[in-house]
């Protein structure tokens, strides 16, 4: 379980978990991460907070979304 930082936003304390698993590879290029629901049950977060983590690291480029198969990490330049 994350040692929540009261001053940030949960999403964003997910987000920097997935973000560092995926520099460290623990989620390589072209791999799954974990779905909102998976997210909501290992951090204990609400949906739509799980989305928004979800949300930004599209947004970053990070990973994308195949309809009907998940989110998956991109390759990285």
Known sequence: MIEWEPDVARWEQVARVIRQRIADGTYAPRTRVPSVMQLVDEYGIA????????TRLRE??????????????????
């Open 47 to 54: 949906q739509a907070t799980a989305q928004k983590v979800l």
């Open 60 to 77: 970053e480029g990070l990973i994308y979304t195949a309809p009907g198969l998940g989110s998956f990490v991109s390759d990285q330049p």
